[in-house]
């Protein structure tokens, strides 16, 4: 969490930015897969990094029916998925246009905070992960999945 001490973090702290889907995996839908992306979150072995733009898009993504359905299956509160948001990504702010555009403007910020602090970017999005080979050359490893990239 920001401002939060955690004495058993690691000396290195990757940064890593989460699209919006990732989020959702990872506070809503509570994919196993995500287990890895948690517990490395959790221990400070990643720090994640956000936009007010980020946050906003989370929001009005979970005011969609189909997501609000989801939020009521699992018991939880968009208010409390806003929070976990907040608490556990370092905000930043707005990163300047990446050298690489996006063919989905909707997912530029992602690419342009990832290229900009030179971090992983977690992605489902196709028009994000087709761009793996671009990105890489800018010092960003795309993956939609932690454990792939981070082993």
Excluded at 33 to 40: K, M, T
């Amino acid at each position: 969490m920001v401002g939060e001490s955690n004495p058993q973090a690691p000396a290195v702290c990757r940064r890593v930015v989460l699209d919006t889907n990732i989020v959702l995996d990872l506070w809503v839908f509570q994919d196993a897969a995500c287990i890895p992306l948690h517990a490395d979150r959790t221990s400070g072995a990643l720090q994640g990094s956000a936009t007010a733009p980020m946050r906003d898009e989370l929001a009005r993504v979970l005011a969609y029916p189909q997501i609000v359905r989801s939020l009521a299956h699992h018991r939880i509160a968009a208010d409390d998925v806003l929070r976990e948001f907040e608490q556990r990504a370092m905000q930043v702010a707005v990163a300047a246009k990446a050298a690489v555009t996006c063919k989905d403007p909707d997912d530029q910020k992602f690419m342009d905070l990832a290229v900009t602090h030179q971090c992983l970017l977690l992605s489902k999005d196709n028009a994000v992960l087709c761009m793996k080979k671009r990105l890489s050359a800018l010092g960003v490893t795309v993956a939609a999945a932690y454990d792939v990239a981070a082993k």
